[in-house]
Structures are given as structure tokens and as C-alpha cells.
């Protein structure tokens, strides 16, 4: 029998196989586990924490972190940090066929859905205790009605609420989450992403502690007990944001559900265990918990955002994709 002298790549099906490899390389590029890549990405990362938190302290003042001179100046150097973190997320994922801003989900497809559903859900995780809050606090701030005029004058004007609503959402969740994480996916994957980025944004509320040492208001060890506390809170919450931001492809999500939960902070436990019908309040916090794990994965469904651009960034398998 005579063999046929023609190159392997001449077949139909192989040219097709190395086509669909070809494109595979150029969909996940050279991101592959190699070390040196990932000691890279987690420098980067490191290096984005670093500047935002060292950004705080580069203006000298004797005041208070919650004196209007103070908060105006770090909220700008924030914000300057954040218009300077996409150059770092191009400069290390320069080969990634996706755009910069898509990768760190600021995009257009499914941006209502993302708008509503992750910050519905975050709502429903306080409770029926919540909404009665709601109705009966719509004078507070980011209680007040869209149609309340002079609520939210008053909260634009009041510089606290604007550093803890507005401009500290909107930064944190464009550097520790928008930026931080499309430099770990290629490396840990999606779910290993989740897990790492927190870690950054619980470790840089840290610097909390040299503030609270400069006042003197308490003792060394209590300041060191809230700060663990603080740093187990904001990991925690910031792996939430970390899993809403990789199942949407979104960051207004993210922002939304950060503001919502400084606005709230912890469902207070201790009050509802001395209120009069205490039983009820608890089992209203007992269902919200129970319908938030229900709904965790079909309201941040692909279907209602479209291809998540960060996901093609993902080493196969990408489970949370």
C-alpha cells in the first residue's frame, strides 16, 4: 500500500483542531501558570494597594480622618489612583484581546441588570428588619426618595457621607476589585481570584490602626481586636463583590453593594435580641440569609449580563464563569 506523502495539515479536521488551538493561545495568551507571571500579577496587585492606601498619607495633617479638609484631600488622591489603574492593568495584560475597561467592567451589555440584581440581593441578605428600616428611616440618607429633593442636598453636602457613599465605593471597588482581579485570573482562576483579591482590601484597612494609635482613645490591644474584626469584615464582603464582579462582568454592582453595606454596615444582631419580638426579627434575618443563598447564583446569572469579558481571561476549567 502507498503512503501518501502530504502534509498532516492538509486534512480538513487537523487544520481545524490547529485552528481552534490557534485561537485558544490567542483567547488565554501567554498567561499560563508560569511563576514568574503570576509573581508579576501579584506584585502588581500589591503595588495598586500600596499606592491607594499610601495616597492617603501623602497630605500631612493633625485633624481627624473625618474633618472635611482631610476627607477632601484624600478622596482626591484616591480618585487619582483610580484613573491611573487601568494603565496598570494594560501595561501587565497587554496581550489579552479585550478591552482594558471591559476587563474591568465598565460596559455597557446587561448594565441595568447588573445595576439592580446584585444590590437586590445584597438587600434582601439584612432582612425584613431592613425594609421596615426603610419605610420608616426614608428621611436618612441613601434612605431618602429619589423625589426627596432636600435629603439629598443635604448628603451632597455632607462630606462623611460622600467619602463613605460615593467616592470610597466607587474607588475600592475599580482598584481592589475592577483592576486587582483581571491581573489574578490568569493565574489562580476565577474562584482562586475571589480568594486572593479580598485579602488585599482587608490588609489595606490596616492603616486604619495608625490613626486610631495617633488619637490615643484606646488601649493598643482594643485598637488591634477592631482592626481583626474590620480586616475579617471587609475580606469576607470583599470576596462577595470579588464573586458578584466575576459573575456579572460589572463593576457598578459592586459599587452599588459596597455603598448599600456602608450605609447599613452589620445587621445589628445585639439590638434584635432585646427587642420586644425578638423572635420574629431573628427569623426574618434567619430567611433573608437562607433566600440570599437561594438566589446567589440565579440572579447573577450569565444570561442577564452577557459573555463576561473577564472570564476569557480564565484558564480552563472556570468554574465560576
Known sequence: ????????????????????????????????????????????????????????????SS???????????RCASVLLVSVVSPAVVKTWIHWADVSVWELMGLRMDGLVAASILPLLLTMVSQGIPYLINLILAAHVCFHALPSDVQSWRRCAGDAVWLRNQVVAPVTEELVFRGAMLPMLVPCTGPTGA?????????????????????????????????????????????????????????????????????????????????HPHSSA???????????????????????????????SLAPPPGSVC
Open 1 to 60: 500500500m502507498r503512503l501518501s506523502n502530504a502534509s498532516p495539515t492538509g486534512n480538513p479536521a487537523v487544520r481545524k483542531l490547529l485552528k481552534l488551538l490557534s485561537q485558544r493561545r490567542q483567547t488565554h495568551g501567554p498567561h499560563t501558570n508560569t511563576h514568574p507571571r503570576c509573581f508579576l500579577g501579584l506584585l502588581s496587585c500589591l503595588f495598586l494597594a500600596g499606592l491607594y492606601v499610601g495616597s492617603l498619607y501623602v497630605w500631612r
Open 281 to 311: 426579627l431573628l427569623f426574618s434575618y434567619l430567611m433573608g440569609g437562607l433566600l440570599f443563598l437561594v438566589l446567589l447564583f440565579p440572579l447573577t446569572d450569565q444570561y442577564f449580563y452577557g459573555p463576561i469579558p473577564i472570564c
Open 63 to 73: 485633624s481627624p480622618r473625618d474633618h472635611p479638609s482631610v476627607i477632601k484631600r
Open 194 to 274: 475571589i480568594v486572593t483579591a479580598p485579602l488585599f482590601f482587608g490588609v489595606a484597612h490596616f492603616h486604619h490602626v495608625i490613626e486610631e494609635q495617633r488619637l490615643g482613645k484606646e488601649s493598643m490591644s482594643v485598637i488591634l481586636l477592631v482592626a481583626g474584626m474590620q480586616f475579617l469584615y471587609t475580606t469576607v464582603f470583599g470576596a462577595f463583590t470579588a464573586f458578584i464582579f466575576m459573575r456579572t462582568g460589572h463593576v457598578v454592582g459592586p459599587v452599588l453593594c459596597h455603598s448599600f453595606c456602608n450605609s447599613q454596615g452589620l445587621p445589628d444582631i445585639s439590638s434584635a435580641l432585646q
